[in-house]
């Protein structure tokens, strides 16, 4: 099992935002067109983030940039995502360079360029937005778009962290438990999981359950560790699932339980979790928990594999070898 070493924030764009200081007729129509998002009537969230936008509002262009990215009320449209997203950040909304940064971070309707994307994010982050800091943060730590520098990554993920996102906390827990751009201190990681976790942050809580488990910065406690992954996985977290299933398959904080291993290596496995996917194969191909199946156990080792897993393709190599008819 291995602990979360980065998370960029790539494939989530930011949620509908809520409260707003001002209380003009365009600041109306956005807060109206949150409300209408969040109860799923995209239509009229469309039509009032359009009027506000029309009206010079960043907020309500940033908010139908998101409706043309998700496609929800409108015909998707990445071109018009990110015009959109481009408009607010030239009005001076932060979320809006952040949004039109993770487009080009991940090459969605437009030439993928790193370099692009530190820059929209420096933007947000001296802005105010967090979730700029935290990703800029992860270039640095990468060295993508910018020459790496895990010490000016740490200098980001803690002003994140400061900001309140949780991410931010997580990813410079990492570093000190790494020693990357810092003194490695487990025991330091450990608060910094702790505060991401606390957050709402699932990654955060996983990795403290990590540490927990492992004995880095605190005292080896399994009991603590299945909370701790529990949490995570009820929170969504895949890899807080695998974790679990885990402890549950060797008998560590909890009763040995195959059947429920194998359950919750399925539930991370759909969460997509490669090595979730891994283990559950494992499990058919020794009839653990399940029915032994070899063509289960190569189903489920194949997609670990192709999702990156280098210990499903050593599982499968031995599978094809012991029943190659099962990998036909």
């Known amino acids: 099992m291995r602990k979360i070493w980065l998370i960029l924030v790539l494939a989530t764009f930011t949620a509908f935002l809520s409260g707003y ?5 365009s600041d109306i129509l956005v807060k109206n067109g949150i409300k209408a998002a969040n109860a799923h009537d995209y239509i009229t969230a ?18 139908l940039g998101l409706l043309y990215l998700r496609g929800l009320g409108v015909k998707q449209s990445y071109k018009m995502a990110n015009e959109l997203f481009n408009k607010a950040c030239e009005m001076g909304i932060a979320i809006g360079c952040y ?25 947000a982050c001296e802005m105010g937005y967090g979730m700029g800091c935290n990703n800029l943060g992860a270039l640095y730590d990468k060295g993508l778009g910018v020459k790496q520098n895990h010490r000016m990554a740490t200098k980001l993920y803690k002003k994140a962290c400061e900001m309140g996102y949780g991410m931010g906390c997580n990813n410079l827990g990492v570093s000190y438990d790494e020693g990357l751009g810092v003194k490695q201190d487990h025991r330091m ?19 403290l359950g990590y540490s927990y488990e492992n004995g880095l910065g605190v005292e080896r406690n399994y009991k603590m560790a299945v909370k701790l992954y529990e949490e995570a996985c009820e929170m969504g ?9 885990y402890l549950y398959n060797k008998g560590l904080g909890v009763k040995q339980n195959y059947r429920m291993a194998a359950k919750l290596y399925e539930m991370a496995c759909e969460m997509g979790s490669s090595e979730g996917c ?7 191909q020794r009839g653990q928990g399940v029915p032994m199946n070899k063509f289960k156990a190569y189903k489920y080792l194949i997609k670990a594999a192709k999702m990156g897993s280098v210990d499903a393709q ?15």
């Open 189 to 207: 990681a450990v608060k910094l999981y702790k505060k991401a976790c606390d957050m709402g942050y699932s990654i955060g809580c996983s990795n």
């Open 46 to 63: 469309f039509k009032d983030f359009k009027k506000a936008c029309e009206m010079g509002n960043g907020e309500g262009c940033d908010k």
């Open 237 to 245: 977290y895949g890899g807080g699932c695998n974790s679990l299933g």
């Open 21 to 25: 200081a001002r209380a003009d007729e």
């Open 99 to 123: 949004n039109l940064g993770v487009s080009y971070d991940m090459g969605a309707g437009v030439e993928q360029s790193y370099r692009v994307a530190a820059k929209l994010y420096k933007k």
């Open 314 to 328: 050593y599982n499968l190599d031995i599978l094809c070898k012991e029943s190659p008819w099962a990998c036909k």
């Open 278 to 284: 891994n283990n559950l194969g494992v499990l058919y």
